[in-house]
């Protein structure tokens, strides 16, 4: 009778702090065992030459999420998920978006609706919050935290989302108190409707225009915001999505003073740049986002915070809109102002072999940083590890059998996704999943996707140490 159901022989193991040749033995859906000569398995592994890492958790992405433009996004939790699975990533956090005048309890309803049945990895929910009524900031958000949502986001712009600097104040002070972790959306909203605006005004309205309309600043101004309120909350914060230096420079001064401010950035940061919303026709608006891509010189900056410890985890924010669709890039016309293309790329497939490649690959960064950042670290920051984003005795069996010499050129074809284009196309990066196990399961077996639809199991968060206080810390 073999002792594990899984043995995963011969590989290179990693982790956030170690990098070691062992076995690894899999029970009930559990490590249950890293060492040499491991006893037999029901089914073997044999890893040689291969990276045996963690599972990533992509702490950012946007799954059916509805908008207010009419628009529809490319990926529900059937397609999000399983494009997650075959890059690499088996845990997921997207969002529970609050509507204006609804209560966020019918918001975690619905997207549980969403998800229940459907998704193919675990998933939490980070809750955004719209409309911090008195109801919602004394009660229904308190008790979500104590339910397993522990984080929310705020957005300093979107006008159906923004939220004034008081109203972030009394937030912050609610994730200080109850142990939440706020992520924050920093962009200055009133910076970019004059800017737009303008631009509008003296014609200029292709694709391109829309990061001209949110230029770094607007970046600076709301990083250093949103840093200045957490220090009079007293409370750790989360900047999403950091687009480049200047932002980098305000994160790492507040560091510097002991705050704890926390960063994310996204590939999309470390590959594409704002010459990639100047295609043919409206072909740009495939990589509109926000914030937008640089330049290189701002790309390098991502890389230094990536190596130097500024920043402590990379997201997909994969926010997908197909491109020839009436219901997605082209919502309003294939000739509609940039102000008007909805904001978002996908992305969840390609972080991890985009960071692999480029960060592990070209020697930015070690093997250990890059688990760290798109494992370990996500985990931590939402309250799932160790359960999830290591490997370790009793953490979930969520693995991946990485070929570190895989060379693929990246197409659309390729992935699996529900979206008809991805920015990436072309991109060549050396390093790919080849299989992929969720709580013991092999969702993706040397390349082909097998998963059983609807296995993915809801996962409650624990308060993240990361979110204590400084005093408390
Ligand atoms: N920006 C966001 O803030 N969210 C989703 C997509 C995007 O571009
Ligand atoms: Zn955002
Ligand atoms: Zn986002």
């Known amino acids: 009778m073999p002792q594990f159901d899984l043995v995963i022989r011969h590989g290179t193991l990693a982790t956030a702090a170690d990098v070691f040749a062992a076995d690894l033995g899999i029970v009930d859906g559990k490590i249950a065992a890293i060492g040499s000569h491991l006893a037999a398995g029901r089914r073997e592994i044999d890893a040689s030459g291969r990276l045996v890492l963690p599972g990533g958790v992509d702490g950012h992405c946007h799954f059916d999420q509805p908008t207010s433009d009419g628009s529809v996004m490319a990926d529900d939790f059937y397609t999000g998920s399983r494009s997650a699975a075959c890059g690499g990533t088996t845990t997921i956090i997207p969002f529970a978006c609050q509507f204006r005048g609804q ?35 004394g009660q229904d958000l308190p008790a979500l935290i104590r339910d397993g949502y522990t984080s929310f986001k705020i957005y300093m712009t979107y006008d159906d989302m923004k939220l004034n600097d008081r109203q972030v104040l009394d937030l912050l002070t609610v994730a200080r108190r109850d142990g939440a972790m706020a992520m924050i959306h920093a962009e200055n909203s009133d910076f970019i409707g004059w800017l737009t605006d303008r631009l509008l005004a003296s014609g200029h309205a292709e694709p391109h225009y829309h990061a001209a309309s949110r230029p770094m600043a607007v970046e600076r101004e709301a990083t250093h915001r949103a840093i200045t309120m957490a220090e009079l909350a007293d409370v750790p914060i989360l900047i999403v999505h950091v687009s480049g230096r200047e932002a980098v420079e305000q994160i790492h001064w507040a560091q510097g003073r002991g705050l704890k401010i926390f960063a994310e950035t996204c590939p999309q940061y470390m590959v594409l740049t704002e010459a990639d919303l100047h295609g043919h026709g409206f072909e740009g608006a495939k990589c509109i986002c926000s914030p937008p891509p640089r330049d290189k010189a701002n790309q390098a900056a991502i890389w230094d915070g990536l190596a130097g410890g ?23 016309g294939e000739k509609a102002p940039f102000n008007w293309v909805p904001n978002g790329i996908p992305g969840v497939e390609t972080r991890l072999p985009i960071l692999f490649s480029e960060g592990v690959g070209k020697g930015r960064i070690s093997l250990s940083r890059f688990v760290e950042l798109a494992a370990t670290n996500p985990a931590k920051m939402y309250g799932l590890y160790p359960r999830k984003g290591t490997l370790a005795i009793g953490a979930d069996a969520d693995i991946v059998v990485f070929d570190p010499d895989r060379k693929v050129t990246i197409t659309n074809a390729l992935l699996h996704h529900n979206v008809d ?11 790919w999943p080849q299989t992929v196990l969720s709580r013991g399961d092999i969702l993706v077996d040397a390349g082909s996707f097998v998963a059983a639809e609807g296995r993915g199991q809801f996962l409650h968060c624990d308060k993240p140490a990361l979110a204590r206080p400084r005093a408390a810390a």
Not at 108 to 113: I, K, M
Not at 314 to 327: E, G, I, L, T
Not at 421 to 431: A, I, K, S
Request: no cysteine.
């Open 310 to 332: 500024v920043f402590h985890i990379v997201s997909s924010d994969h926010a997908a809109f197909r491109y020839a669709d009436p219901k997605g890039k082209m919502v309003r």
């Open 421 to 431: 284009y991805t920015p990436y196309e072309g991109l060549e990066v050396t390093g």
């Open 103 to 137: 209560s966020l309890r019918a918001a975690v309803e619905d997207y549980h609706n969403r998800a229940r049945g459907r998704s193919f990895i675990d998933y939490a929910f980070h809750l955004i919050i719209s409309d911090p009524t008195e109801q919602l900031v």
